[in-house]
């Protein structure tokens, strides 16, 4: 088992800019992409960015150019870099992880980000 433990989250104004962070434990060799995902009140979990070990990288083309996402391997820890941020991207923002088959085995348990305008 891996365990997710996300941080970071809190209110900012528009505009303004947050990083969230996701520290992996456990069985972390089982895991190739980390990501994060995004889910508003009664709708769908939504891709934020993803990154693989080799730190191939993937955005939603609604974050692209204002949020980065990175990751340190030696502390199993990934990064997101919110910059820019707008009252839309107000969310509950889950840290992911994935296995090498590119399925999404793990969640973390949640951290909110509120953009107010």
């Known amino acids: 088992q891996v365990q997710l433990v996300e941080s970071g989250g809190g209110l900012v104004q528009a505009g303004g800019s947050l990083r969230l962070s996701c520290a992996a434990s456990g069985r972390v060799s089982s895991i190739n992409a980390m990501g994060w995902y995004r889910q508003a009140p009664g709708k769908q979990r939504e891709l934020v960015a993803t990154i693989t070990r080799a730190r191939s990288t993937n955005y939603a083309d609604s974050v692209k150019g204002r949020f980065t996402i990175s990751r340190d391997n030696a502390k199993n820890t990934v990064y997101l870099q919110m910059d820019s941020l707008k009252p839309g991207d107000t969310d509950v923002y889950y840290c992911?992880?994935?296995?090498?088959?590119?399925?999404?085995?793990?969640w973390g348990q949640g951290t909110r980000v509120t953009v107010s305008s």
């Open positions: 992911a992880g994935l296995s090498w088959l590119g399925e999404l085995d793990y």
